[in-house]
């Protein structure tokens, strides 16, 4: 089936919808933004490509001066390996003969793979893959406040880091956390006991890797840490603005809808439904605001439709065939859902670029 993927030039209204449009110059913008502060602060920034799975825009952060890349899963890391990066780490427990296999094969054709770890099951697993000609570099992962992943103390992380290093096949990076919102104590001072415990043992601690787009701009209050994983930022979203992080000014990212029915005064129904937005909530009630028209609230989504309560809204809403620009929830979701993003400049279709990853997920 031939979809009506627009051509450079073609202005955004013209555009089929559901479609997520990415804004070139908030994009540039936000890519700038977070490298120059990781930059003044002596931090080195791994962005993690979970928000865009686009190999175009990874260029574009590396070109700014990103080291390497954070991927979530083997296949998604295969893409990027496969488009010519060469520094990926993995930021989740690889388990299982598949995916070991193919972590094998993958750290065997670049440059610089790193994965994570927190429990003696994982190691295994991985001590029995790799061995001493190839091996891999493997960095413990610790919960420092977010209660998903991760060891919970640092002796538990020394533990661990011990046994990597005695590993033929394994070679201990550091250590790695994704944090609670506003937890920069918290990781300094799990970072700071684990170092000096490595250090009474004269274990190295090369990588002290911290993450999340939500405190990206406290990462220079964890002194401890020699870098920062991020997502998000990329695109910003309606968590990222509520969290203080950015402003609406610098969203790069709105899905294009059409109102396709108005059957009452306070409803509206866009063509944008769980197919188009993300069903996460992330804390507000509703499913994404919608541009110029806050008091709007999609209150529900079937597959192909958001159902739209206007009884909040004070300005006249758009009548049935016109467009809408909606500020998701949550980004990184959005883009799983889309073959292909458009990306414009001033209301201009610039490009449109595959999204490489999606559907990566294991």
């Known amino acids: ?26 994009l540039a913008a936000n890519i700038a933004r977070v490298q120059t502060y990781c930059d003044q602060h002596g931090k080195a920034f791994r962005p993690h490509i979970k928000t865009h799975k686009i190999v175009a825009v990874a ?27 060469d520094d990926i780490l993995i930021t989740y427990n690889i388990l299982g003969p598949a995916k ?13 793979l790193a994965v994570v770890a927190d429990s003696e099951i994982t190691l295994a697993g991985l001590a029995s893959t790799f ?24 002796e538990a992380a020394v533990a661990l880091a011990e046994k990597i290093a005695s590993a033929p096949g394994l070679r201990f990076g550091g250590i790695m956390t994704y944090p609670a919102v506003g937890g920069a104590v918290e990781v300094e001072t799990f970072m700071a006991r684990t170092m000096t415990l490595l250090s009474d ?32 930022y990329v695109y910003n ?61 999609i209150v529900s989504l079937s597959e192909e439709h958001a159902v739209v309560d206007l009884s909040g809204c004070a300005e006249p809403f758009p009548q049935i065939g016109t467009m809408v620009k909606v500020v998701p929830n949550h980004t990184c979701v959005v883009t799983n859902l889309f073959d292909r993003m458009v990306f414009h400049r001033d209301g201009i279709v610039t490009r449109v670029e595959n999204v490489d990853a999606r559907g990566t997920v294991w």
């Open 100 to 112: 070991l296999a193919r972590l094998k094969a993958l750290n065997e054709r670049i440059a610089r």
């Open 1 to 26: 089936m031939n979809y009506p993927w627009p051509e450079s030039g073609t202005p955004l209204d013209q555009v089929a919808t559901p479609m997520p449009v990415i804004d070139e110059d908030r």
């Open 59 to 85: 260029r574009q952060q590396v070109e700014a001066g990103a080291v390497g890349l954070n991927c979530q899963k083997v296949t998604e890391a295969e893409v990027f390996a496969d488009a010519g990066f």
């Open 201 to 232: 043992k004269g274990i190295d601690c090369p990588v002290r890797s911290s993450g999340g787009s939500p405190d990206l701009f406290a990462a220079h209050l964890v002194p401890s840490a020699t870098e920062h994983r991020a997502g998000t």
């Open 237 to 297: 979203d309606r968590s990222m603005v509520r969290a203080g992080h950015c402003t609406v000014d610098d969203l790069a990212m709105h899905i294009l809808a059409t109102v396709v029915s108005r059957p009452a005064a306070d409803r509206a129904v866009l063509d944008c439904g769980s197919k188009a937005l993300t069903s996460d909530l992330l804390g507000f009630t509703d499913y994404g605001s919608i541009h110029g028209f806050e008091g709007a609230r």
């Open 131 to 154: 061995d001493a000609d190839r091996p891999l570099t493997v960095l413990v992962e610790c919960d420092t406040g977010a209660k998903r992943c991760g060891v919970q103390t640092p």
